[in-house]
Nanobody
Framework: QLRLVESGGGLVQAGGSLRLSCVVSGRTFRTYTMGWFRQTPGKEREFVAVRKWSGTTYYADSVKGRFTISGDSAVNTVSLQMSSLKPEDTAVYYC??????????????????WGQGTQVTVSA
């Protein structure tokens, strides 16, 4: 069983930056593929970024070039550095862990463990 706890959300002006962190406890996250998703009220949870333990990453087109996912296995933490933020990036951001170690899962139902979410609000 894994426990994921996100932090780092907040209010930022358009063009600004935020760094989200997700601390994983329970087992070493090095055996899992880690992802970030986001959700706004009334909408489906959407994929943002994914990172395999090997370091391979993949991003949604909407954040490519602006967001960076990284991991630190020494402290069981995966982070999402967000730059050039836009009002449309406003959402609750969720960290997730998948047992799929071979691919780059991008669907909600491919992830077995989820954090509680952290709010990111980008003002115009």
């Amino acid at each position: 069983q894994l426990r994921l706890v996100e932090s780092g959300g907040g209010l930022v002006q358009a063009g600004g930056s935020l760094r989200l962190s997700c601390v994983v406890s329970g087992r070493t996250f090095r055996t899992y593929t880690m992802g970030w998703f986001r959700q706004t009220p009334g909408k489906e949870r959407e994929f943002v970024a994914v990172r395999k333990w090997s370091g391979t990453t993949y991003y949604a087109d909407s954040v490519k070039g602006r967001f960076t996912i990284s991991g630190d296995s020494a402290v069981n933490t995966v982070s999402l550095q967000m730059s050039s933020l836009k009002p449309e990036d406003t959402a609750v951001y969720y960290c997730a862990a998948s047992r799929d170690g071979s691919g780059l899962p991008r669907q909600v139902d491919e992830y077995e463990y989820w954090g509680q979410g952290t709010q990111v609000t980008v003002s115009a």
